[in-house]
């Protein structure tokens, strides 16, 4: 659960507010973050504001609703008129994906913006993610086979983001191992508030249904045991990486929010064909999205009934 912060005064010192943010995902795949779990954490640390929100919520607001219709499925969802709900419209949306890859990316993309537009709503300062450094690894990795490599400064650093609010990230330097022990050692314990215990990752029996991110939390699973400098290692280099700096000609990526140099739509654009990424042809169904969105939103999707 990311904790969203804002300052407040307390007994004459600047301190901060923490809301903690739960995003309900399981109308659209397994969730392992039982409300009970919020439930107990209120519990244990009183005094903050703890929400719970259902994806299904990203819908809501006309500069989402705007963004997505024009993404290239939008045209499922019209079909069933402007009564349609928004949870139909995220049913059609996730199950016009191809892939097990494509859903958990497409589904990893609408948490993050959902969780964004509620630290704006609670006028928050930054947003406190909670990857591990096992989680980072893993997540840089995962994002540079996708093709949105351009995006880790954002997705591993502290510091500003695309999104004009700042990301931090305090658990960074500690394995997730050590994580679940720490949870295991203090009194009174913290293991009923870990949302996964178990000490690896199943992997499906269906290729079919294997994402990358499963591929690389059980890649990193078990480095960690055995070779935990590599972990470390892997998100040291990617913190080196400098975020590209944004320029008033840059456009938008209509699915993940993030800058598109130059107007390089596409899987083509990215490859060097500026002119067929560039077009102003309405058939054109990567148009306003970038590289890595693309891949998880294929052609196919787009002639879909």
Known sequence: MPGLFHEQENTGRKGF???????????????????GQLEQLKERYP??????????????????????????VAH?????????????????????????????????????????????KYDCEGILWGDSTTRLAEKTLAET??????????????????????????????????????????????????????????????????????????YFESVEENYPSIVANVVRTSTKLEAPSAQATDKICRLCSLSVPDGLFGIHGWGGDQQEAMSDSTDEPARGLCYGCTRSMPQSVSSLP
């Open 145 to 218: 086979a996708k093709g949105r490599g351009f995006s880790l400064p954002w997705q591993v650093s502290d510091g500003p983001s695309p999104y004009g609010i700042t990301f931090n990230y305090p658990l960074r330097e500690l394995l997730r191992k050590e994580l679940l022990a720490h949870a295991n050692m203090v009194s009174p314990s913290l293991t009923s508030l870990v949302v996964s215990q178990s000490a690896t990752t199943q992997a499906s029996t269906s290729v079919r249904n294997t994402t990358i991110d499963d591929l690389m939390k059980q």
């Open 17 to 35: 507010a923490l809301c903690v943010l739960h995003v309900d995902t399981s109308t659209v795949e397994k969730d392992h973050s039982a409300v």
């Open 76 to 120: 499922i969802s019209e079909q069933e008129g402007p009564s349609m709900s928004n949870q139909s419209k995220l049913d059609e949306l996730i199950a016009s994906l191809a892939s097990a890859s494509s859903r958990a990316d497409v589904i990893s993309i609408l948490r993050t913006k959902l969780i964004i537009r509620m630290a704006q």
């Open 47 to 72: 005094g903050h504001v703890y929400s719970s929100v259902p994806l299904v919520d990203v819908f809501t607001g006309k500069d989402i609703e705007e963004a997505l219709e024009k993404l290239p």
